[in-house]
């Protein structure tokens, strides 16, 4: 099926989404397109709207006005599960894994998504195809570095590695668009740097992603266009050079400072 | 090579077939070896392990599983009075039509998750037992409850034989009867066969995605899954299982009653579940055993008993020790169930399961240092013995 918006290669079109939390504006007149292929980061002080509009994207929130698309399929008003199905996937802020399970089951259970998340009566073709779903995540742990912990428990892990399993869980889905939630707040240094280098591996594969972050560092080394959200509204968009140039950025949210 | 075995399935299948077969063996000793008790046993097994599918799994805690049971028991002796007194129709019948009573409640109750699912469960329970009291007098024979009788049709059993029955006939599998050991060893093997599929259900992929239900729905949801009706074939399946039982419990004593259908079933095997270790395979089994012994064993127990346990003591004690006891035995039996159900969910949330785990792992450890410190010893005697030369 062609439509416009895959002719034009945009992944995924946000356009006019208001979201008012009583007589807040927590977002006014959102227009967004992410293209095929790019990383589009999302900037702003806190509280300007950045996780309500991924709330929006995966149907967590329903906007008042407004569609999302994804690949010309309106994914407003689905469900969670329907979203995911489309290819949307979140990679949570807090980590949201399962935490009395073992970290290779945690992997394995978004792996059997794609498969039988709506649901259907398979119990003998599950059994085959377990193995093989296991092998998939045991080489993505691979790829993760915690292929050696697989079978402890996932609640026992540090933040850090709890973060890059959320990530993997993320990825083994293989997305058509993925959205990260400040994938490296609260992590050491070196543990950034790593997470930097695979959402760089990731890119290279092709994988479209939406990215919010606080740290300039990760946003500049990674993102191809930023968008830059205050109070709600959109008050800049551009490639991470225009928006370093950008006096309005600077004031709203750089503080003035040079980066 | 050993360890190995016992954890594969048809280890574990073997182990517990045996257990069970030889259950009137090795329970002679504690004094359960007698039918009716050992029919209990397997009975509830069937019923507890069904109910840890639900609860154990997914962590949905029904409090209304006995009207599965109490439909079992009804649809069973309605069997036995229209069609036959074999076992087998009533069995699938049974089961049948619980499984449909669980659809319905189910996918009601399903639509809240937590404490109002508990909540709905008790209502829809305890709706159902009012109705088999009075509404539906007609199908459940009300206070009296459901009993066979000498006028019944039993269409197909008449239509084989001419014989006149003096008397009311008994159950049976194609002509054995299903009382006593027979009734037991029945109800056995139909247990064994639960607990494989229970086995197969915990270590399947979907016992898995249950599983990551309980630990985190909400992800669940945003990882891709339509997480109700993974819950409902759960609740389905408990809702089988405790058809099974009914029926069974009808098998070994053909007449059923509303109060099969009460609160107090419905919460005894929450009791049985925690108890033994809810999530576990056989932690429910456990608890089964812990209770019914208790209301069968320890009931029965009076003070002339009670006095011939503790003759070896002075007599000044031992009537007061007699005198303490008794309040705990007896009628009192279920103060002696509280407290021991109060002392395991205080230090051993995890229930009976958790307490031998600890303990096999205490004693791992203990093994592991005292090999540790023999080697230690033969190392530093060897040592000595190289200073030496």
């Known amino acids: ?30 227009n967004l397109q992410i293209e095929e292929g790019k990383t589009h980061a999302i900037i702003g ?39 995911n199905h489309a290819g949307m996937v979140r990679v949570f802020q807090t980590p949201e894994i399962f935490p009395e399970m073992s970290i290779l089951r945690n992997m394995m259970i978004p792996a059997f998504a794609k498969r039988d998340g709506m649901f259907k009566f398979n119990a003998f073709t599950s059994m085959a195809d377990e193995k093989e779903i ?43 668009i993925l959205l990260l939630d400040e994938p490296t707040a609260g992590m050491a240094r070196h543990d950034t740097n790593r997470t930097i280098e695979l959402l760089q591996s990731i890119k290279e594969r092709g994988t479209t992603k939406v990215i919010i972050e606080h740290d300039m560092h990760v946003v500049f080394s990674l993102a191809d266009r930023i968008s830059v959200l205050a109070q709600g509204r ?19 949210y750089l503080g003035g400072a040079e980066i | 090579m050993n360890k190995q075995f016992f954890q594969s399935d048809l280890g574990t299948m073997l182990l517990f077939s045996v257990a069970i077969l030889t259950m009137p063996v090795w329970l002679d000793p504690v004094g359960a070896n007698y039918p009716d008790l050992l029919q209990k046993f397997a009975i509830f097994g069937i019923f507890a392990i069904g109910f840890n599918i ?54 009601l109750c399903l639509r809240r998750s937590g404490i109002y699912f508990s909540i709905l469960t008790l209502a829809f329970a305890q709706m159902s037992y009012n109705m088999a009291y009075s509404v539906l007098t007609p199908i459940t024979n009300g206070e009296t409850g459901l009993q066979l009788s000498s006028q019944d049709p039993r269409i197909v059993d008449n239509a ?68 109700r009706p993974y819950l409902l074939t759960a609740f389905v399946i408990s809702g089988i299982y405790a058809g099974l039982a009914g029926s069974l419990l009808a098998v070994t004593d053909p007449l059923a009653g509303a109060e099969r259908m009460q609160w107090t079933a419905s919460g005894e095997v929450v009791l049985m579940t925690i108890l033994g270790g809810m ?111």
Request: charged content about 15%.
């Open chain 1, 134 to 176: 296991e092998a998939e995540a045991i080489h993505v742990l691979q790829d993760f570095g915690l292929v050696d912990q697989m079978h402890h428990h996932a609640g026992s892990m540090s933040r850090g590695d709890k973060r890059r399993l959320e990530l993997g869980m993320g990825l083994i889905q293989h997305p058509r």
């Open chain 2, 279 to 389: 999530g576990t395979l056989v932690g429910p089994l456990l608890g089964v055993g812990i209770i019914k012994y208790f209301e069968n064993i320890f009931s029965s127990l009076n003070s002339n008993r009670l006095h011939e346990i503790f003759s070896w003591l002075p007599d000044g004690l031992e009537d007061f020790v007699v005198t303490v006891v008794s309040h705990f035995v007896g009628e009192g039996w279920q103060l002696t169930l509280g407290l021991l159900f109060m002392l395991v969910v205080i230090f051993l949330p995890g229930g009976v399961m958790e307490g031998i785990r600890r303990t096999s792992t205490v004693i791992k450890n203990y093994n592991a240092k005292r090999s540790q410190n023999k080697e230690a010893v033969t190392a530093a005697a060897s040592k000595e013995s190289d200073d030496g030369k």
């Open chain 2, 160 to 227: 084989f034989s001419d014989a006149v029955v003096e008397g009311l006939p008994s159950t049976n599998l194609f002509g054995m009867e299903m009382s006593g050991y027979p009734g037991f060893y029945f109800c056995a093997v139909l247990l064994i066969i639960a607990f494989f599929f229970s086995l197969r259900i915990f270590r399947s992929p979907f016992g898995m995605k249950l599983q990551a239900i309980k630990s985190n729905q909400t992800r669940m949801r945003y990882t891709g899954f339509n997480t």
């Open chain 1, 45 to 83: 002080p806190n509280g300007a709207g950045k996780s309500t509009l991924l709330n929006v994207c995966i149907g967590k929130l329903v906007p008042d006005t407004g569609t999302v698309t994804l690949d010309g399929e309106i994914m407003t008003g689905k469900l969670p599960h329907e979203i």
């Open chain 2, 54 to 107: 639900l609860f154990g799994l997914t962590g949905y805690l029904s409090f209304g599983h006995a009207v599965f049971l109490g439909v079992g028991s009804y649809t069973a002796v309605w069997s036995f009075k229209l069609l036959s007194m074999n076992v087998l129709p009533a069995i699938m019948f049974s089961m049948i039509i619980a499984g449909i009573f669980a659809i319905g409640i189910g996918y």
């Open chain 1, 1 to 30: 099926m062609e439509n416009n918006s895959t002719e034009n290669n945009t992944v995924l079109n946000i356009s006019n989404v208001n979201v008012t939390f009583g007589g807040l504006h927590a977002l006014s007149e959102i």
């Open chain 1, 234 to 252: 959109i008050i800049a968009a551009g490639t991470p050079d225009e928006i370093r140039a950008n006096p309005k950025v600077q004031e709203a």
